[in-house]
Nanobody
């Protein structure tokens, strides 16, 4: 059974940092690209970042480029999202996904809440 479990969310002040983790199990993690998406209260789903199977290719939404870094540790079956210089508009539930290609995801985690507020 494919499982994706996010952790690391919480309350942080503007300008602060958080690192999200996504623990994957039930499949060969290193064979799949992965991505992060987020959903703010009352808003639609927003794609955040993508990383290729070996981590050599990373892509970011313009809204987070230069502040967020996606990475992965295939030996630990874990996906990460380092978030720096956080802004109130980054407040959202962050969800990791298993991708089959850049645009298509077939499994989603439950999400972890990030709240940026003073």
């Amino acid at each position: 059974e494919v499982q994706l479990v996010e952790s690391g969310g919480g309350l942080v002040q503007p300008g602060g940092s958080l690192r999200l983790s996504c623990a994957a199990s039930g499949f060969s993690f290193s064979n799949y690209p992965m991505s992060w998406v987020r959903q703010a209260p009352g808003k639609g789903l927003e794609w955040v970042a993508y990383i290729s199977e070996r981590g050599r290719i990373a892509r970011y939404a313009d809204s987070v480029k230069g502040r967020f870094t996606v990475s992965r540790d295939n030996a630990k079956n874990t996906l990460y999202l380092q978030m720096n210089s956080l802004k109130p508009e980054d407040t959202a539930a962050y969800v990791c996904r298993r991708n089959t290609d850049f645009q298509t995801a077939d499994y989603w985690g439950q999400g972890t809440q990030v709240t940026v507020s003073s």
